[in-house]
């Protein structure tokens, strides 16, 4: 027995549980936005409650989202954490490199408004209808840009300035590189509770509006200031994907862990900080939730072209 024992340390083989299996949720913009902590935190509170699987969490920004959801659906082992541009890019690039319908649906995370912000302007009877008004984005085809298309329903001299993230549209807009940001509101607050944030260089920061269909702490609705009613169905939500191939026992089996990962502390309390509002689809759910997506961002962005 002794010599048996010797040989397997010898070839380095270990009666110890084998090597856990690396699992790396890839998010499609930049690492310092809302979306990005969810994610990371998520990664972190799985790695905490099991030992199967190390959730590693990466960022792959650019192209809308493009990037990051083609290295998924070619890396095995791959979770793709995005916003609700997932579903937008393929209307506005119908010759997209990645198609809807090569994914599914891993589980849901949460859901939270976007806001008009500016700096130079307090309200929209501020922004001027006679000269040039820049509006930053988080990329072409994506959801804020959708957005920003239909501001210009109202203000048609707006023209569309993509960036790789929401958080790169919102440096630019304080820095005086754009007008406006169309971004995510929690970001906006977090930078308007902190007035010794050096980015902001004392300039204070006012939101003109908001999506959906209910104020949110003294922000206006967008619709309610006379913007094209399509803003009321334009929340932004997080999802987590994966590529149509994945083996469904073991997607299960992963939905389950970090379905248990949300619940914890951390990530509630990331989900509040943003304004978040959780989103739990059962198991059962998630094929007719990811249809009701693809169709609904599919009418939003009918007879809208990129130009």
Not at 71 to 85: D, E, G, M, R, Y
Request: include cysteine; proline fraction near 4%.
């Amino acid at each position: 027995m002794k010599t048996i024992l010797a040989l397997f340390l010898a070839l380095g083989i270990s009666f110890a549980a084998a090597a856990k299996e690396n699992i790396t949720i890839y998010y499609a913009w930049g690492p310092g936005d809302s979306v990005a902590n969810y994610s990371r935190t998520l990664a972190a509170e799985a790695n905490k409650i099991q030992k199967k699987y190390t959730f590693i969490f990466d960022t792959k920004p650019g192209a809308g989202g493009a990037i990051a959801s083609n290295h998924v659906l070619n890396n095995p082992n791959s979770i793709l954490a995005h916003s609700t541009a997932f579903f937008v890019r393929p209307n506005f690039y119908p010759n997209e490199s990645y198609n809807l319908d090569d994914f599914k649906s891993l589980m849901t995370q949460c859901q939270s408004s976007m806001a008009v912000v500016a700096s130079k302007y307090q309200t929209w009877n501020d922004v001027p209808k006679n000269q040039r008004i820049t509006v930053g984005v988080s990329g072409l085809g994506v959801t804020t840009h959708l957005g920003a298309i239909q501001l210009k329903k109202k203000f048609d001299n707006i023209e569309v300035i993509p960036f790789k993230s929401t958080s790169e549209s919102l440096v630019a807009m304080v820095g005086g590189q754009v007008d406006l940001h169309i971004g995510f509101i929690s970001e906006a607050e977090t930078w308007m509770k902190d007035a010794s944030n050096p980015i902001l260089n004392g300039k204070t920061l006012h939101v003109l509006g908001i999506t959906g269909t209910k104020s949110f702490n003294g922000y206006p609705t967008l619709v309610s200031q006379g913007f094209p009613s399509a803003f009321e169905q334009m929340n932004v939500g997080f999802h987590l994907v994966l590529p149509k191939k994945f083996d469904d026992k073991k997607a299960e089996e992963i939905r389950q862990i970090l379905q248990k990962a949300v619940k914890t502390k951390a990530v509630q309390d990331s989900f509040a900080v943003d304004y978040c509002t959780p989103l739990e689809t059962k198991t059962q759910d998630l094929p007719k939730w990811y249809e009701f997506h693809v169709n609904h961002w599919k009418k939003l962005s009918a007879g809208i072209t990129i130009q």
